[in-house]
């Protein structure tokens, strides 16, 4: 038994694909006797009798074609972590999924919403129907997909969108902030036709970096080469706005940035806040850390498609200084209230635990050390901010600041492991077999966490689905209703 589980963690260790990591991690299951804690329903973690009564309320009602009474379980009792479900330590005893009463839970619930949306009934009106389907799908929210800065380190987001995508995971609401922005540019402005052959590493342009010269910092000009790392971003993503790259691929991608000017708040670009801007500035301003890179200019389409400056005057830099990880804005525009984050910022990853049980009292101890320490530095930090007058300093001054005081991870975190000589790897144009190994380091540490990612957006996609058909099938009888009535002036 003990060599079959030692040749099943090598397996497991050295899978190419998820295929072949699942498979492997399931019989570890089955042989370590793992599998048999999921048919257990009993657990501390969450509330296993709620579940039980619901998932019997939920299912008596479908079987029995009682939809009003499906429609009153449904809209009164659904919620994102009902019963503690979403707790990432009922994933820590099992290789692959998680209890059976919450895997049926939540394709019970899936089950039914598909039944309700397409199926006609008397009682259940399509006006009534879509109203549902909308009200109750805005109140249970949806996940979004975050990409912290990193340099060259960012190109671990690649292996996370990449096995998140190929899962059909991957979520339409996507932010990145510099390092993160230029993945979420490539993924956000390339469909679902392109993006497999698009997230190859030979496929990717790599020369972001050029150095000028660490001497000029004390001038106050650039270490690196702005016009090189635009010259790269133009390699990767297509001239297109974020209007334009939305309605080509579905997915809503989010760019940070931070106005060069002291004491203004960061913006947080999309297709709704400001639709017309060029990704690619977009992504440029992102990534212009202050003393390192030049601050940019945003530049946009107007009405006749003609490139323009996009509220002239004003310069943009790095936009993880002020807001590296948007949960927030994401929140309000979007109703996101459930982040996936991966994240390789050099500042934060040696720091974030890779446990999710750690529930000792070392960690509170810990916990309650760095908030002091934390206070203490953002209080220093902002007395010599009132006495600089240099605007590069001042902003270098906040993006210390943003250190100690930003939240650095969400409900599910992809963090790489610890590796020290990666720092200096950072600022270094990484040749097509880092970009490989990057990739797959991506995708390594997303795997474990793939049925977290599935089952806590189970029923957030299925809404999303149903939407989908529903908007689908309303314009398809405004059609009709144009060609039975057509309207005087077609006559």
Known sequence: MKRALRQLERAIEDATTYQEWHEASQEHDRLSGAEEWKNIDRSRHYDYELIRNRLAQIRQARERHDVNKLVFHLHEGLHGNL??????????????????????YL???????????????????????????????????????????????????????????????????????????????????????????????????????????????LRGTPVLDGDHLEACLEENIPDMTFEEAYRKTGREINITVSP?????????????????????????????????????????????????????????????????LPIRRLARLYGVNHSIVSQTNPHVVPFISRSENSRSI?????????????????????????????????????????????????????????QPLN???????????DVRNYIRLGEKTTWPKMDLVRNTTHISRTFRECLTRLDRLEAEKLRRLRLVNPSPQAS
């Not at 990449?162 to 922005?181: F, N």
């Not at 203490?376 to 006495?387: A, D, E």
Request: charged share 20%; proline share 5%.
């Open 83 to 104: 019963g503690n479900i979403s707790n990432p330590q009922l994933y820590q005893y099992t290789r692959t999924g998680t209890k059976r009463l919450i895997e049926d």
């Open 107 to 217: 394709n019970e619930v899936s089950t039914a919403l598909n039944y309700l949306c397409d199926n006609d009934f008397d009682e259940f009106p399509f006006k009534e129907k879509l109203d549902f389907f909308e009200t109750t799908g805005n109140a249970f929210g949806q996940s979004c997909l975050m990409l912290s800065g990193g340099a060259a380190l960012g190109l671990f987001h690649i292996g996370v969108c990449k096995s998140l995508w190929e899962e059909g995971l991957l979520p339409s609401i996507i932010s990145g902030s510099s390092a993160g922005s230029i993945i979420a540019g490539v993924v956000g402005t390339h469909d679902d036709s392109e993006l497999q052959n698009r997230l190859e590493p030979e496929n990717i342009y790599l020369e972001a970096f050029r150095y000028i010269g660490w001497g000029g910092l």
């Open 260 to 324: 060069y000017d002291r004491h203004q708040f960061a913006r947080l670009l999309n297709w709704r806040t400001s639709p017309n801007v060029l990704i690619r500035k977009a992504s440029l301003a992102s990534c212009a850390i202050p003393g390192i890179y030049p601050p940019v200019n945003l530049w946009a389409k107007n009405l006749e498609g003609e490139r323009v400056p996009y509220i002239p005057g004003r310069k943009f830099v790095d936009g993880s200084i002020k807001d590296d």
């Open 362 to 418: 070392l960690p509170t101890l810990t916990d309650w050390a760095v908030r002091n320490v934390s206070m203490n530095l953002r209080y220093g930090i902002q007395l010599v901010q009132s006495r600089v007058e240099s605007n590069d300093l001042g902003l270098m001054l906040d993006k210390a600041r943003s250190v100690v005081q930003q939240k650095y991870i969400g409900d599910i975190n992809l963090i790489p492991p610890r």
């Open 423 to 433: 720092l200096l790897r950072m600022l270094a144009n990484p040749s097509v077999s």
